[in-house]
């Protein structure tokens, strides 16, 4: 029977576990048990060991190597001479009993040049900038770049500047269009004389819900992510009282960035929208209210179970 997937006469695929419409190309070698998805592009000099999963969608540029117990997903981009491990200590000619799982999630791009210790996870629609050295898992939607790679911010996603153009001290926040379903912000009243300045918030009038439960974080250093959860129950009024602290709402169709940057700007979360802080400054002291005591069952963890219980 005809194959109906394309191989360079100068490639090398062992396999015939490859999906239909898949292009493997010039130098390109393929070991037997790997099993590659419907229209991938497997460029030249590519080198894919056995036990590897690859999914629908792939592009794989020259000049990568992914070795046993990487497993990719649908609609994956990784850039030219991204680095995969499998072994955080490894020696010549001794092997471990199993290989480290590298997971890169449905979506998500690798840049050019980005190297990627063994054991992690690049969550969904993550975006790995090129050159990156990617030492701890990369949460879905995060960008991250640098030596070790940080996150410096969230795809499809409004800048926090441009919440914090509209929701100056001269203009009211609600000015500011919200896509994000259930969340609000808030400016609270400020009173300023010589003595000093007070912002207040009121039950009911500024904070939609009773309060059960407060804290604050603070001394967290800038290169931090906070959050990345969202509740079942739990309603959350965040209003950062010093400094600067910049906060991801999404609702799992909609994401937005805000900037709270002074204590007389509140933002409401709602239950059921993923939450996240970063790009806390130095002195950035963040004071969180919610409608319920501390309860772990409470809490989503992690953003597919989030997705499914959204039933996106």
Request: aromatic share 8%.
């Amino acid at each position: 029977m005809a194959e109906d997937y394309f191989v360079h006469q100068l490639g090398c695929c062992e396999s015939r576990t490859i999906g239909k419409g898949t292009k493997i190309w010039a130098f390109a070698h393929v070991l037997p048990q790997a099993v590659i998805g419907e229209d991938c592009n497997i460029c030249d000099q590519v080198f894919i060991e056995n036990d590897v999963s690859i999914g629908d969608r792939v592009t794989i540029k020259c000049g990568v190597q992914v070795w046993d117990g990487i497993e990719i997903g649908n609609d994956v981009f990784i850039g030219p001479n991204a680095t995969f491990t499998n072994d955080l200590f490894p020696r010549s000619k001794q092997y471990p009993e199993e290989f480290n799982k590298t997971i890169v999630q449905d979506g998500a791009s690798i840049g050019a040049n980005a190297t990627l210790l063994s054991g992690l996870t690049i969550g969904r629609k993550a975006m790995v900038g090129a050159g990156a050295v990617v030492t701890k898992s990369v949460p879905s939607n995060a960008i991250v770049a640098g030596n070790p790679a940080r996150i410096i911010g969230y795809v499809d996603t409004p800048k926090a500047e441009q919440v914090s153009q509209v929701a100056s001290p001269e203009a009211p926040a609600d000015d500011y269009v919200i896509n994000v379903e259930g969340v609000s912000l808030t400016k609270l009243p400020m009173i300023q004389d010589l003595r000093g300045s007070l912002s207040v918030g009121e039950i009911s009038r500024h904070i939609p819900f009773p309060i059960k439960r407060y804290f604050i974080v603070y001394d967290v250093a800038s290169k931090e992510v906070r959050g990345e959860h969202a509740h079942k129950q739990c309603h959350q009024f965040l209003v950062c009282v010093k400094g600067s602290v910049s906060v991801v709402v999404d609702d799992g169709t909609q994401r937005q960035e805000f900037l709270l940057d002074r204590p007389q700007l509140g933002l409401h979360i709602p239950p059921m929208v993923w939450g996240i802080q970063y790009k806390y400054s130095a002195d950035a002291v963040l004071m969180v209210l919610a409608s319920e005591v501390y309860e772990a069952e409470d809490y989503i963890r992690d953003y597919q179970e989030f997705l499914d219980a959204k039933n996106l």
